[in-house]
């Protein structure tokens, strides 16, 4: 375990608001960016980056959740019925963290995060097709009002089984990794269950709170949670994420993207070249 | 009885209280975490900065838990009882992590 100093709370202040900035300009959270810069960059073991990491997700998840109050993206009927699988996984994850070994965790972080930035890849060119507005939208669809569209939009939610699945591993490598699983959960909804991106973002951001809060309790438990480290890393990317999700409204959707795989390879390697250490 | 999809009343009356939920969590876990972080680095470590940080996280941890408590009370005064149920479940799931933390907690 690290010993707390005055600078290392600076570093990590630090090191959340660019995570945060970064996560939110990307359109997801900043677990990804921190777990790796605490285990690699401050030598942590992985056990106390996730548990600092999780303790953020959980403040971004509720601050974008409640800040979005009245936009009507978050599907709350399809978000409770996905975290039955997401708190399930998370539950899980959480209590096998405590027995894993840590050149697995880092090898799984090492593959997730290539998986994701080939996912990201391969969806560059694709845009989310939005159906009409008269839709009956079924017992889990939702209605929004979209600026791109410039209208209410309507969608039903297709492949329930798959979307529970998904919300399933995501819970598990949530608690595992320290990182909200957004990552898994967007691109599943998204490109297989018929939800529009931005509802997805949104209903998946809701979900996370859950989701880190039943991995976070855990290690809170285990005493792998530093106060003043999280402390540090939570307010930083409050900080952090406030502006990234300004950055992230205007920049182009494709060059973030780009840049959002680039990272994640490096992450990749990075954490599979400590892994062989 | 056919229960309705989508709502859109229902939906957004859900959408305010959780709202006022997270927001309440989220504002009194911020000002305890950074008010115990500034008194760490202007004091020292004390009983008070590492008490008010501890108090700081149990809030931020609690406020999903809370948040899925308040949808429990919503949808059972809406009698709405499959979502209920689903919202029970993962209140017990949570409480579930709560047991395996104690657990942990009493093993080290």
Request: proline share 3%; charged share 10%.
């Amino acid at each position: 375990m690290p010993v707390v100093t005055p600078s290392l709370v600076f570093i990590i202040l630090a090191a959340g608001t660019v995570a945060g900035g970064l996560g939110a300009t990307l359109g997801i959270g900043g677990g990804i960016f921190l777990v790796p810069f605490l285990a690699l960059g401050m030598g942590m073991p992985i056990g106390a980056a996730a548990a600092i990491s999780l303790t953020t997700v959980i403040g971004t998840s509720s601050s974008v959740s409640a800040g979005r109050s009245g936009s009507r993206l978050i599907n709350y009927r399809l978000g409770m019925v996905l975290e039955v699988a997401t708190a399930a996984g998370s539950l899980l994850g959480g209590i096998t963290a405590q027995y894993m070994n840590q050149h697995a965790l880092e090898q799984i972080f090492a593959m997730v995060t290539a998986a994701v930035g080939i996912t990201t890849l391969s969806r560059l060119n694709k845009r989310n097709i939005v159906v009409g507005d008269t839709l009956d939208c079924g017992a889990l669809g939702g209605r929004f009002e979209d600026g791109e569209s410039g209208g209410v939009v309507s969608y039903r939610v297709k492949r329930v089984p798959l979307a529970l699945c998904a919300s399933f591993i995501a819970g598990n490598v949530s608690s595992l990794l320290g990182i909200g699983g957004g990552v898994i959960k967007v691109p599943v909804l998204n490109a297989w269950c018929g939800v529009p991106l931005r509802a997805a973002a949104a209903t998946s951001a809701f979900m996370i709170g859950v989701t880190a809060a039943a991995g976070s309790i855990i290690y809170y438990g285990n005493g792998q949670l530093i106060p003043a480290l999280a402390a540090a890393a939570v307010l930083g990317v409050q900080a952090g994420s406030t502006v990234g999700l300004r950055v992230g409204a205007r920049a182009s959707a494709r060059s973030l993207k780009l840049l959002l795989a680039l990272v994640l390879f490096a992450v990749s390697a990075l954490m599979f070249y400590r892994s062989l250490q | 009885m056919s229960r309705p999809g989508y709502d859109q009343a229902r939906e957004e009356r859900i959408e305010e209280r959780l709202g006022t939920v997270l927001r309440l969590g989220v504002r009194a876990s911020s000002v305890a975490l950074g008010l115990g972080l500034l008194l760490s680095l202007t004091l020292g470590n004390g009983a008070l900065s590492t008490g008010l940080m501890t108090v700081g996280l149990v809030m931020l941890m609690a406020t999903p838990v809370a948040r899925v408590a308040v949808s429990v009370f919503e949808y059972g005064a809406q009698r709405d009882w499959t979502f209920f149920m689903l919202t029970v479940i993962v209140l017990l799931e949570l409480c579930a992590g709560i047991v395996a933390a104690l657990l942990f907690h009493t093993r080290l």
